[in-house]
T-cell receptor, first 114, second 109 residues
């Protein structure tokens, strides 16, 4: 039982390049999330998927797209990376996404955009 | 929007109790209070959560004020492994979570 896994762990991009961050969970959870964490700050929600087949914008969605590929996998795409997107990205999942639910986080992807 | 306020940092001695405060004066009636912690270079991990009543689990206790405008995470005996950033979070429904900047806990041996 690996929980939430993310790939890659580290990535360096040049401005304008694109890339996809992958996330998978093996807990049969319905809801999945993408957050970013800038230095010295808390996490901010980028996008979430309440259940398979649905996605919605969070607090900071500009410059990102997501795909809920199936119940296990939720990917985050940067179409044209910008230095302002340098951050650590965390994927999380929860059983139903209710206010009483616990979120389980992956280890993060550290992204640098030059 | 509901927000949380926590001290930037706190210090504790090993083996002593730690009380980490959080203010959430604009909390609404259905918002759950969750606490997570983040060890260096790791993702956040769940600690405890509650709605109105005090809660206990193997990791910690959560004391919620009667008016729900503040709460306190209690680590009964701090260890060096408890050194982390602790986040007090409101789950406001609609899949939205409000993370503050958290409290960095330093534990001295």
């Amino acid at each position: 039982n690996a929980g939430v896994t993310q790939t890659p762990k580290f990535q360096v991009l040049k401005t304008g390049q694109s890339m996809t961050l992958q996330c998978a969970q093996d807990m049969n959870h319905n809801s999945m999330y993408w957050y970013r964490q800038d230095p010295g700050m808390g996490l901010r929600l980028i996008y979430y998927s309440a259940s398979e087949g649905t996605t919605d914008k969070g607090e900071v969605p500009n410059g990102y797209n997501v795909s809920r590929l199936n119940k296990r996998e939720f990917s985050l795409r940067l179409e044209s990376a910008a230095p302002s997107q340098t951050s650590v990205y965390f994927c999380a999942s929860s059983e139903w996404g209710t206010t009483a639910d616990t979120q389980y986080f992956g280890p993060g992807t550290r992204l640098t955009v030059l | 929007d509901a927000k949380t306020t926590q001290p930037n940092s706190m210090e504790s001695n090993e083996e002593e109790p730690v009380h980490l405060p959080c203010n959430h004066s604009t909390i609404s009636g259905t918002d759950y209070i969750h606490w997570y912690r983040q060890l260096p270079s790791q993702g956040p991990e769940y600690v405890i959560h509650g709605l109105t009543s005090n809660v206990n689990n193997r990791m910690a206790s959560l004391a919620i004020a009667e008016d729900r405008k503040s709460s306190t995470l209690i680590l009964h005996r701090a260890t060096l492994r408890d050194a982390a950033v602790y986040y007090c979070i409101l789950y406001t429904g609609g899949f939205k979570t409000i993370f503050g900047a958290g409290t960095r806990l330093f534990v001295k041996a």
